[in-house]
Every structure is written in C-alpha cells, then in structure tokens.
C-alpha cells in the first residue's frame, strides 16, 4: 500500500479522491471523499447532509464567483446502490440506475470536465449492497488532449476487509497544467471507525489545499448510513 502515500500525502494537490472498500470488522461498507482547492472560488465550499444524501455548497455565497462543476451532490443512493462522485455525474448516474441501466451504461453519455486546459477527469465510484460488489470510473483524456475521452471501469467482486480502492483527478502537474490520474486505483488502508478514517486522510492532506472531507459507514447487516464530516470552513 505504500505506493498510496506518495500520490496522496507527498504532492501537495492530488485534487478530488473517492475511496471504496470496507472495514477491518466487515461489518461496514466504506466511501470516503475529499476535495481540494488552490483557488479563492474552490476554497469557498463546505460539505453538508441533504437528508440521507451529501453535498456541496458555497461557505459565504456572497463569495461565490461561478459554480459550475463545484457545486454538486457527491453521495446519492436509490435501491441498495450508493454512488459518489466528484460532479453532477451524481445526477446521471442515479437517474440511469433508476431505470435500470447498469454502471457503464448511465455514464457513457459523460465526459471529462470541460475546464480547458486542465479537463479535470470524472471519477465515479458505486457500491452494490445487494451484492456486495462495487465498482470505480474514470473519465479523462490522453496527456490533456480534449479529442478522445478514456473510459475506464474497475470492478470488484467482493470486499477485502480494511482496504480501499482509489482514484484521484491529479497526478501532478506539468508548465501549469494539471495532469490527469494514470494507472490502477491504489490499495489504501480504511480502519474500523468513521473518526479514525477521517482523522487518517484528513491529517495527511496538504493543509492548505484540503476543503472538505466525508466518511460514509454503510451497515452491511440492514444498509443503516452514517456519516462523518469534516470542513475546514465552520460555519
């Protein structure tokens, strides 16, 4: 699991991450999801419940200059499947499971965030409490070109217990230009109690750019939720 602590710790802007797997004791299905900010605009955010779902708003909306692609549900869950993701590809993705479409198909219609020139990657994650399966994707283009857009999918056929699966928006940056996650999702630890998994990620993150950050504890004996959220922003 080391190779995880380089891609997340030691670089100062991994950006957007969404973690899937479950804990130490199985008895917990395990998302964690964080984002991250350099500019005034992505700084302005907090994390917040809707009910059962999650998401985005603006800290100070006095503050808030363009919300397009920051603001946005990132946790939704509809018949056993919970989704989380880092856009409103949230929204695409519950209204296809709802009509029975299956993973790949409800995000074939998206794309990569059209943020020229960084075209930050969609990263989607789903787990299957029926079946306890559970899946992650990746939408990107090729070393930031907008003319192919790469569609990966990683599925899962059960959990390892105290291990999650990752990916991330950012593998570094080049001449000023975010560069998109390459490679399999790294293998990360996730522990037995929502506080000490937040504490985990939260702690390691470049305190400068981390915004925001939510656990979310899915009971795998009757599908109870918990959650545990943490914003550098208070109200």
């Known amino acids: 699991m080391k190779r995880f602590e380089e891609q997340l710790f030691n670089q100062p802007y991994p950006g957007r991450t969404l973690i899937i797997g479950m804990n130490p004791s199985g008895n917990h299905y395990v998302q964690v999801y964080w984002i991250m900010g350099r500019s005034l605009n992505s700084r302005n955010r907090i994390f917040e419940r809707d009910q059962s779902f999650v998401r985005n708003t603006a800290f100070d909306p006095s503050k808030m200059e363009d919300p397009s692609l920051i603001i946005y549900y990132p946790i939704k869950d509809t018949n056993g499947f919970h989704i989380i993701s880092n856009g409103d590809q949230t929204e695409t993705l519950y209204a296809g ?87 399999e999702p790294l293998e990360v630890p996730i522990f037995d109690s929502m506080e000490e998994t937040a504490n985990f990620y939260w702690n390691n993150l470049n305190k400068d750019n981390r915004i925001s950050l939510l656990v979310k504890f899915i009971r795998k004996e009757d599908n109870y939720v918990e959650y545990k959220i943490v914003n550098k922003n208070e109200r």
């Open 97 to 183: 499971l709802r009509q029975g479409d299956s993973f790949e198909e409800a995000l074939k219609s998206r794309a990569f965030e059209p943020d020229a020139p960084h075209f930050t990657p969609r990263i989607t994650g789903i787990t299957d409490t029926g079946s306890g399966m559970y899946g992650l994707s990746i939408l990107k283009t090729r070393n930031n070109d907008p003319s192919v857009c790469i569609r990966n999918f990683y599925h899962y056929d059960g959990c390892i217990k105290g291990v999650g699966h990752c990916i991330h928006t950012y593998q570094g940056e080049e001449d000023g230009i975010l560069r998109p996650f390459a490679g």
